[in-house]
């Protein structure tokens, strides 16, 4: 159920009371999506109504995206995760695109991390595809080797319109260290291949926000240097060879990742890589 009350007014801004604009809208859950389908102009308009940021974002990139976006209620996002794309494929080809947000309307504070999840979206139509799951249950190792090469990018991206990445950056960060308190460190080689690509990915986006916003202090890789210094090392490695490589063009992407599948998943049984 979303955080308003019925009789309020209508976070699209139309003018409504909720109950009578874009609660008639919502779409119940189906065995296709099963989760509550929210109007767009429904999540967005808090947003939009008090970040000049993001609605300079949204009015400028939103219509890059071509495919159909649903924008859904999970109330069972993990600890520490607010939203989540989820994409389904169909024959091969993808078959739609589901936001899902821990609450909806979505609330001023989420204003960077929408517009972070939109342009995830933005960077598939512009060639950057990543990767998917052999099967369903190894998404997040898919969408953490994705997000390792993409967020980097996205970050850089979205400081250009005011978003607030460094503090989002940091409330990150804070939040994996609550998360990662008392865990040992993996024995089986998927875990450590997802821990290894969180690694490295919060390294990378630590240099943009250093880059744009001047030096931050990085306690999530001092804590695993610490904690978890096989782990550590591992990346390490990973990231210098991603230096080397480069990664901004979706060409760089493409041969970087068939190379990290080669070496953390020679058999193919966990990430399908598109070559």
């Known amino acids: 159920m979303p955080w308003i009350d019925a009789y309020e007014q209508c976070p699209c801004n139309s003018g409504q009371k909720y109950k009578f604009c874009c609660e008639k809208l919502v779409q119940k859950p189906t065995k296709k999506v099963p989760y509550t389908i929210y109007p767009e102009r429904f999540v967005v308009g808090i947003i939009c109504r008090c970040s000049d940021g993001f609605k300079k974002y949204y009015d400028e990139q939103r219509h890059h995206i071509r495919e159909n976006v649903l924008w859904a209620e999970d ?34 504070e989420s204003a960077t991390f929408i517009a972070h999840e939109l342009h995830h979206l933005i960077l598939d139509q512009r060639g950057f595809i990543g990767v998917a799951p052999v099967r369903i249950e190894f998404d997040y190792i898919a ?43 993996p024995s089986d080689q998927i875990n450590r291949m997802h821990w290894v690509f969180n690694y490295v990915s919060n390294i990378l986006e630590w ?36 230096k080397t490589y480069g990664f901004e063009t979706p060409q760089k992407q493409k041969a970087l990742i068939k190379d990290i599948v080669g070496r953390y998943d020679p058999k193919g049984k966990v990430i399908k890589a598109p070559f």
Do not use: W
């Not at 240099?207 to 999530?220: M, S, T, W």
């Not at 210094?229 to 990346?235: L, S, Y």
């Open 143 to 185: 969408s953490s080797l994705s997000s390792m090469l993409t967020d980097p990018i996205i970050q850089s991206e979205l400081s250009t319109y005011g978003l607030d990445i460094k503090n989002d950056f940091i409330a990150e960060c804070e939040t994996s260290l609550r998360a990662l308190s008392g865990l040992n460190e």
């Open 75 to 108: 109330k069972g996002l993990a600890f520490g995760i607010d939203q989540r794309v989820t994409k389904t494929y169909k024959f091969g080809k993808l078959d739609s695109i589901v936001i899902r947000l821990r609450n909806v309307p979505a609330k001023v």
């Open 207 to 242: 240099e943009v926000v250093c880059e744009k916003h001047g030096y931050v202090e990085n306690e999530l890789v001092k804590y695993f240097d610490s904690m978890f210094p096989v782990i550590a090392e591992e990346g390490k490695q990973l990231y210098e060879q991603i």
